[in-house]
């Protein structure tokens, strides 16, 4: 799989890429297609596919650095806000599946605002209590 992966490649140098932070374990770059001004992804610098696949580890690490990057970030960019998305499988949207987070920077002005919008769905009387009950861990 990394032979192939295009982020696996990036993390090679073997495909050039916008780098914006690096440590042992990451590497962060700014999206080729962004959401918005400033939308960068922290990869791993290991190959897992997804969330399911991330070392609990890293996983925590992962948020440590995303915290730390944002707050650097909204200072430089002046961005209003953030969205970090983590997409995980295909119906998902998930297109490298190589373990990324996006950190996307919202900007009161001119954003782009339909982005992370979603039809809401309901549930009936009871199907809460039921899901939860069968979802509890
Ligand atoms: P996903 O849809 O898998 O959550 O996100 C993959 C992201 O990787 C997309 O936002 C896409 O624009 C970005 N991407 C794909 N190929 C490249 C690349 O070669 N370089 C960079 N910098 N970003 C890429
Ligand atoms: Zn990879």
Same mark, same amino acid.
């Given at each position: ?37 400033? *939308? ?9 596919? #997804? /969330?399911?696949?991330?070392?609990? &580890?890293? !996983? @925590? ?10 707050? *650097? ?9 953030? #969205? /970090?998305?983590?997409?995980?499988? &295909?119906? !998902? @949207? ?31 009387? @009871? ?11």
């Amino acid at each position: 799989m990394g032979e192939s992966c295009i982020f696996c490649k990036i993390i090679r140098g073997e495909i050039p890429s916008a780098t914006i932070y690096e440590d042992g374990d990451f590497k962060v770059i700014l999206d080729i297609n962004p959401a918005a001004r400033g *939308h960068a992804l922290i990869l791993t610098k290991e190959h897992y596919a #997804n /969330l399911y696949e991330l070392p609990e &580890e890293l !996983a @925590g690490k992962a948020m440590v650095l995303a915290a730390k990057l944002t707050a *650097h970030m909204t200072e430089k960019l002046h961005c209003d806000g953030f #969205n /970090l998305v983590q997409n995980n499988g &295909e119906i !998902a @949207g998930q297109t490298v599946f190589h373990f990324h987070l996006h950190l996307i920077p919202r900007y009161k002005d001119g954003d782009n605002r339909d982005l992370l919008t979603w039809n809401q769905i309901t549930y009936e009387d @009871g199907q809460v209590a039921a899901l939860a009950e069968m979802l509890r861990l």
